[in-house]
């Protein structure tokens, strides 16, 4: 896949991205906006610039595994696949239907090509992120392990279960991001269940950690590079985000974590994003 | 005739079982939940100590991580004690292993009220239930330490997705040997009869085989047969000895809800309703003892099963009787 650097490209794949996020979400009737369009730039960034992957190949031996852990922003990872080439974009409007390789969170034997793992139930994808990163390095791959997450899921413990063995197996092949949003479905993390210090303990886990704008194609790129470069051991990069980022009317609303707009607010939507571009 | 060869914990089954498949897979790997000598994870781990991952305690994380190697081309092998591999992490189980369908296989240590003096918290007795219920899983309960050995073979060489293996930690009979073939999905008939039928898994098929040998004494002619995989279970051999006997005990060291027993009873209300009686624990929680009289308290014995043949046996008769 060829890398784009031009970071006008990269926003108006961006655009595209969110406009069918929003366009899919309409049509499903339900389904996660808010982390979908606040990870946009991020899987842009991964997808067109990032990842060392093959979307005609997508099972490639020597392609960098991307695993998804909170599978609820599924809408923003298939409209990342689609634009990347692994499927028809068109498809992206089966989102949550009866029969549709796009399951609500992703589900791999629905056939839908990229996808890793399925998952969706929180806490876990970080562990399977590092069973990978060992399989990785027992047989010395040159593949890295990239895990999303978000931060409310953060308070799940296997997190840290997972995080200890991370840096206890020094696996500097893995590259953990943090949607640093700071809000969760009931409302500001803060309130529902503290997460901070997170730089203090990941640290205290024995991570690197980077911090990133979450918007700023330029910098997440940068930021993913170091992680890359990084050798000693397991990065975590904490990209602050907008929950609902683009649709100035909705950003940082923690009501949209997990509401779909409604059809007649689609265009309304549209319009937003293209004059926040 | 199946005759004692030696008492030996099925858990060393398991072991043997594993270090042999590593010999012959360079793909198998094993991760480490800090008790790897008491699951017998110990005899991988010395072969081939590069391919043993040590996680601590913590369960949850092992079973994602055993997700994630299996992603990436391995057959991993994640054991802990039963309460824990089964419980502790089913939803880990459920969605990265399952869902997923990866080769990951699950050793269930210590299962059933046998592990004796530590008691209710450490005694699985609902692991089967667990798996057995989740989609893609292979869920096998071999009789002894040769057959769990053979079983542990099977659970890479015959199984492509997600296997569950349940053992003891005690020493018990060791009646079967290498040459018995072990085919997942297969019940095996260990002793023919035309009177009652009981279905076993586990240790108590020993305990069966000599309930039915005691009873032959008495003129009840009592069919055995193993079931040593709880799913896919094997209809054909379950409906068969219902429709020749018309009787079924099951036994098991599990509780009566959602084990072998509930899998039987779902074959024959599907195909040829008859009367099953449950031989296991009854809504209950274990407690601390010595393995043996733990058994016997519980009703887990050669004699209680016996006793419940007879009386199942008798109810048969009279039922049969003209008036």
């Given at each position: ?42 899987f ?45 974009p ?5 989102l ?11 589900g ?11 998952a ?21 791959k ?9 931060d ?26 943090i ?82 707009p ?16 | 005739?199946?005759?004692l ?65 299996a ?58 239930a667990?798996m ?68 076993a ?16 004494k008495?003129?009840i ?40 027993g509930?899998?039987?009873?779902e ?20 407690e ?22 007879i ?13």
């Amino acid at each position: 896949m060829p890398v784009i650097n031009n970071i006008q490209e990269l926003k108006k794949i961006s655009l595209e991205i969110r406009k069918d996020v929003v366009r899919s979400l309409a049509e499903a009737g339900s389904g996660h906006l808010g982390g979908s369009l606040g990870l946009t730039d991020i899987f842009t960034c991964l997808y067109f610039n990032i990842l060392n992957h093959k979307p005609d190949m997508p099972n490639w031996d020597y392609r960098d595994r991307l695993i998804l852990s909170i599978g609820h922003v599924a809408p923003v990872f298939y409209a990342a696949l689609a634009h990347s080439g692994y499927f028809n974009p068109k498809e992206l409007m089966t989102l949550r239907k009866l029969g549709s390789r796009l399951q609500g969170h992703p589900g791999k034997e629905h056939g839908l090509p990229g996808i890793e793992l399925s998952a969706g139930s929180l806490g876990q994808g970080l562990s399977v992120a590092v069973g990978l990163a060992l399989a990785g390095k027992m047989d010395k791959k040159s593949w890295n392990v990239f895990s999303i997450h978000g931060d409310g899921e953060l308070q799940e413990g296997a997190i840290w279960e997972a995080a200890m063995s991370a840096s206890h197996h020094q696996l500097n092949n893995l590259v953990a991001l943090i949607d640093r949003n700071y809000v969760q479905i009931d409302g500001k993390n803060s309130d529902v269940m503290e997460i901070e210090p997170l730089k203090d303990k990941f640290e205290s886990f024995g991570w690197k950690v980077l911090l990133c704008n979450g918007h700023h194609h330029k910098e997440i790129i940068a930021t993913y590079k170091k992680a890359i470069e990084w050798k000693k051991g397991p990065v975590v990069i904490m990209a602050k985000t907008h929950m609902g980022k683009g649709v100035k009317s909705i950003e940082d609303d923690y009501h949209w974590h997990g509401k779909a707009p409604k059809p007649e607010q689609v265009d309304a939507f549209i319009k937003e994003l293209e004059q926040n571009q | 005739m199946f005759t004692l060869k030696q008492l030996k914990p099925t858990r060393y089954g398991f072991g043997e079982g594993l270090k042999a498949l590593g010999e012959k897979y360079p793909n198998v790997v094993a991760l480490g939940a800090d008790i790897t000598s008491s699951v017998s994870v110990n005899f991988f781990k010395e072969a081939f100590p590069n391919r043993f991952f040590s996680f601590g305690i913590a369960e949850q994380n092992i079973m994602g991580a055993a997700a994630g190697f299996a992603l990436g081309g391995k057959i991993p092998f994640a054991t802990t004690y039963a309460v824990f591999s089964a419980l502790r992490a089913t939803d880990q189980v459920r969605i990265s292993i399952c869902y997923n369908n990866l080769p990951v296989k699950i050793g269930g240590a210590h299962a059933g009220i046998s592990v004796g003096p530590d008691g209710a918290t450490h005694q699985a007795l609902e692991d089967i239930a667990i798996m057995r219920v989740l989609p893609n899983m292979t869920v096998l309960s071999p009789c002894d330490a040769t057959q769990t050995k053979l079983a542990t073979i099977a659970s890479v060489e015959q199984v492509n997705g997600p296997a569950y293996i349940r053992f003891g930690r005690e020493a018990v009979p060791d009646f079967t040997t290498e040459d018995f073939p072990f085919e997942v999905g297969k019940g095996q008939l260990l002793k023919e009869g035309k009177d009652v039928t009981i279905i076993a898994t586990g240790h108590l098929v020993w305990e069966a085989l000599q309930a039915a040998y005691q009873l032959e004494k008495q003129n009840i002619d009592v069919r055995v047969i193993n079931i040593h995989t709880i799913k896919p279970i094997d209809e054909d051999i379950i409906i068969k000895a219902a429709k020749e006997t018309g009787l079924i005990v099951t036994a098991e060291e599990h509780q009566i809800y959602g084990g072998l027993g509930s899998a039987v009873a779902e074959v024959l209300v599907k195909e040829n309703p008859v009367k099953v009686k449950m031989i296991g624990m009854n809504d209950q929680f274990g407690e601390s003892g010595k393995p043996e009289e733990l058994m016997q308290k519980y009703g887990l014995t050669s004699g209680h099963i016996a006793e419940i043949v007879i009386e199942i046996n008798k109810q048969k008769r009279n039922n049969e009787r003209p008036d």
